[in-house]
C-alpha cells in the first residue's frame, strides 16, 4: 500500500458510535453526544465542563477565543484602533485567518530556528498599544517556552491564546496542555492526535469569555447550548451581537468520545515511538538538523518536520517522493500570503527553505519508519 503522509486512525468503534447516533437517537445535531463528548474532555483535562467549548473546527475554536477578546476590547469607554494579535508567521493559515474573521488584525513575528515556536524577542518588538494578545503555536506539538510566553504575557498585559492544534495530549512541565493558561485550541481534524471526522474546542479559563464563545458558536443566541443540552429551544431570542454556525453535531461528538479514550492506549505511544525510532536513525545525519524538543517535555508529535541545510532541500524531497515516500511542507510563513504580507522575517523564511515533513501517524510500522531513514540517508551521504 502506498505509504501517506498522515491519516485517519479510524475504524470500526467509531463506526458504530455513529450508527448508535443514527439508529438510537435519531438526533443528528448538538446534543447529548455533544454534551458528552465536552464532560468526558474537562475530564480529560482535569477542568470544569463549562472551561470547554466543542466546535466544528479548530480554526472555529481559534476565532471564538479571538472573538471573546475582541468583543471585550470594544467594551464602552475601551474603543480604539482595530486590536491586534501577536502570532508567529509560520504556522497554517487558520491561525491568521482566524484572526482576521473575528475582527483583528494578526502582527506576523518570527521564530526561533532550533524550535520552530514564536521568538519572544522579536514579538517584543513588534509590540504596541493595540496589541491585545499573543497566540503561541504549539509548532510539532511542542510547547516549549510556554512559561515564557506566560510570564511575557503578565507583564506586558496581554491575553494568550494558545493556537494547540497539533498539541492534544502534550504536556507542560508535567500538566497537560489545556489543563491550564487563558484560552486555549484544540483541532480534531481528521489526521490530528484524536479526530472527531473535523472539529474542535476552545478551553477556556474565565467564565465571561467561555460564555461569549458558547453563546458564539450559535449565531449568539444567548443560553442557546443549556437549551440544546436540555433538549429544547429558545425560539425568540434577541441577538445582541455577531455570531457564527460553529457547534459540533452529535455524529461528529461520537467519534471524538470514541478517540479520546484510544488516545492514551494507543495514539499516544504510537506516536512517541515513532518519533524517537525517526530521531535515533536520522541523529548525525549530514545535512539534516531534527527540530530541538525540550527533553522534560511530553511530546505527543503530529508531525515530523526536519530541517534540510544547504540548500539541499528540493533535491531530498524529490529523492524521497521517487520512492513512493511523500513529504509535506509545514508551512509556507503567512506574512508571504499577498493578503497577510509583511517581513521580512529571515528565520521564517530561512525555515522556509529548509524544512520537510515526513510521514508520521500511527498507521505506520517501524519498517516503513526504517525505510523513510533509508532514503533519506541515500538521499543526503
Ligand atoms: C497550527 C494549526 N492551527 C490551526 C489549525 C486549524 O484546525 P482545523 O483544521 O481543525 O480547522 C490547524 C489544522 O491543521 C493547525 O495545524
Same mark, same amino acid.
Not at 113 to 118: C, G, K
Given at each position: 500500500?502506498?505509504?501517506?503522509?498522515?491519516?485517519?486512525?479510524?475504524?470500526?468503534?467509531?463506526?458504530?458510535?455513529?450508527?448508535?447516533?443514527?439508529?438510537?437517537?435519531?438526533?443528528?445535531?448538538?446534543?447529548?453526544?455533544?454534551?458528552?463528548?465536552?464532560?468526558?474532555?474537562?475530564?480529560?483535562?482535569?477542568?470544569?465542563?463549562?472551561?470547554?467549548?466543542?466546535?466544528?473546527?479548530?480554526?472555529?475554536?481559534? #476565532?471564538?477565543?479571538? !472573538?471573546?477578546?475582541? +468583543? *471585550?476590547? /470594544? &467594551?464602552? %469607554?475601551?474603543?480604539? @484602533?482595530?486590536?491586534?494579535?501577536?502570532?508567529?508567521?509560520?504556522?497554517?493559515?487558520?491561525?491568521?485567518?482566524?484572526?482576521?474573521?473575528?475582527?483583528?488584525?494578526?502582527?506576523?513575528?518570527?521564530?526561533?530556528?532550533? #524550535?520552530?515556536?514564536? !521568538?519572544?524577542?522579536? +514579538? *517584543?518588538? /513588534? &509590540?504596541? %498599544?493595540?496589541?491585545? @494578545?499573543?497566540?503561541?503555536?504549539?509548532?510539532?506539538?511542542?510547547?516549549?517556552?510556554?512559561?515564557?510566553?506566560?510570564?511575557?504575557?503578565?507583564?506586558?498585559?496581554?491575553?494568550?491564546?494558545?493556537?494547540?492544534?497539533?498539541?492534544?495530549?502534550?504536556?507542560?512541565?508535567?500538566?497537560?496542555?489545556?489543563?491550564? %493558561?487563558?484560552?486555549?485550541?484544540?483541532?480534531?481534524?481528521?489526521?490530528?492526535?484524536?479526530?472527531?471526522?473535523?472539529?474542535?474546542?476552545?478551553?477556556?479559563?474565565?467564565?465571561?469569555?467561555?460564555?461569549?464563545?458558547?453563546?458564539?458558536?450559535?449565531?449568539?443566541?444567548?443560553?442557546?447550548?443549556?437549551?440544546?443540552?436540555?433538549?429544547?429551544?429558545?425560539?425568540?431570542?434577541?441577538?445582541?451581537?455577531?455570531?457564527?454556525?460553529?457547534?459540533?453535531?452529535?455524529?461528529?461528538?461520537?467519534?471524538?468520545?470514541?478517540?479520546?479514550?484510544?488516545?492514551?492506549?494507543?495514539?499516544?505511544?504510537?506516536?512517541?515511538?515513532?518519533?524517537?525510532?525517526?530521531?535515533?536513525?536520522?541523529?548525525?545525519?549530514?545535512?539534516?538538523?531534527?527540530?530541538?524538543?525540550?527533553?522534560?517535555?511530553?511530546?505527543?508529535?503530529?508531525?515530523?518536520?526536519?530541517?534540510?541545510?544547504?540548500?539541499?532541500?528540493?533535491?531530498?524531497?524529490?529523492?524521497?517522493?521517487?520512492?513512493?515516500?511523500?513529504?509535506?511542507?509545514?508551512?509556507?510563513?503567512?506574512?508571504?500570503?499577498?493578503?497577510?504580507?509583511?517581513?521580512?522575517?529571515?528565520?521564517?523564511?530561512?525555515?522556509?527553505?529548509?524544512?520537510?515533513?515526513?510521514?508520521?501517524?500511527?498507521?505506520?510500522?517501524?519498517?516503513?519508519?526504517?525505510?523513510?531513514?533509508?532514503?533519506?540517508?541515500?538521499?543526503?551521504?
Amino acid at each position: 500500500m502506498q505509504m501517506r503522509l498522515s491519516r485517519s486512525i479510524v475504524g470500526a468503534s467509531e463506526a458504530e458510535a455513529v450508527r448508535r447516533v443514527i439508529e438510537e437517537d435519531g438526533y443528528l445535531g448538538m446534543g447529548a453526544e455533544t454534551r458528552r463528548f465536552e464532560e468526558e474532555l474537562a475530564a480529560w483535562l482535569g477542568v470544569e465542563p463549562w472551561q470547554v467549548i466543542t466546535t466544528n473546527t479548530g480554526t472555529a475554536a481559534l #476565532t471564538l477565543a479571538v !472573538d471573546s477578546l475582541q +468583543a *471585550e476590547s /470594544r &467594551l464602552p %469607554g475601551r474603543q480604539g @484602533a482595530v486590536p491586534k494579535i501577536l502570532v508567529p508567521s509560520l504556522t497554517f493559515v487558520a491561525s491568521f485567518q482566524a484572526i482576521v474573521a473575528a475582527g483583528c488584525l494578526p502582527v506576523a513575528c518570527d521564530v526561533l530556528p532550533q #524550535t520552530a515556536t514564536l !521568538d519572544l524577542r522579536d +514579538a *517584543e518588538k /513588534r &509590540l504596541d %498599544g493595540d496589541v491585545i @494578545a499573543i497566540m503561541p503555536v504549539h509548532y510539532a506539538s511542542n510547547p516549549w517556552h510556554l512559561d515564557e510566553v506566560y510570564d511575557f504575557a503578565r507583564r506586558k498585559g496581554l491575553r494568550v491564546i494558545e493556537d494547540a492544534a497539533h498539541a492534544f495530549g502534550c504536556r507542560h512541565h508535567g500538566r497537560k496542555i489545556g489543563s491550564f %493558561g487563558d484560552l486555549v485550541c484544540f483541532s480534531f481534524d481528521g489526521i490530528k492526535n484524536i479526530t472527531s471526522g473535523e472539529g474542535g474546542c476552545l478551553v477556556a479559563f474565565d467564565r465571561e469569555c467561555a460564555q461569549r464563545a458558547a453563546d458564539a458558536r450559535l449565531l449568539a443566541v444567548e443560553g442557546d447550548t443549556r437549551s440544546r443540552y436540555a433538549g429544547t429551544r429558545t425560539w425568540t431570542p434577541d441577538i445582541k451581537r455577531l455570531g457564527w454556525r460553529f457547534h459540533l453535531s452529535n455524529i461528529m461528538a461520537a467519534i471524538g468520545r470514541v478517540q479520546l479514550a484510544r488516545l492514551e492506549p494507543e495514539f499516544i505511544p504510537a506516536r512517541r515511538e515513532l518519533a524517537a525510532q525517526y530521531a535515533s536513525l536520522l541523529g548525525g545525519l549530514p545535512h539534516l538538523a531534527l527540530l530541538e524538543t525540550d527533553p522534560e517535555d511530553f511530546v505527543v508529535p503530529h508531525i515530523l518536520p526536519v530541517r534540510i541545510l544547504d540548500g539541499r532541500k528540493e533535491a531530498f524531497k524529490a529523492a524521497l517522493e521517487a520512492q513512493g515516500i511523500p513529504t509535506g511542507v509545514h508551512y509556507k510563513p503567512n506574512h508571504l500570503h499577498s493578503f497577510f504580507a509583511a517581513g521580512p522575517l529571515p528565520l521564517c523564511e530561512q525555515l522556509y527553505d529548509e524544512l520537510v515533513t515526513l510521514p508520521l501517524h500511527p498507521g505506520l510500522s517501524r519498517e516503513d519508519v526504517e525505510a523513510v531513514c533509508r532514503a533519506a540517508r541515500e538521499a543526503l551521504i
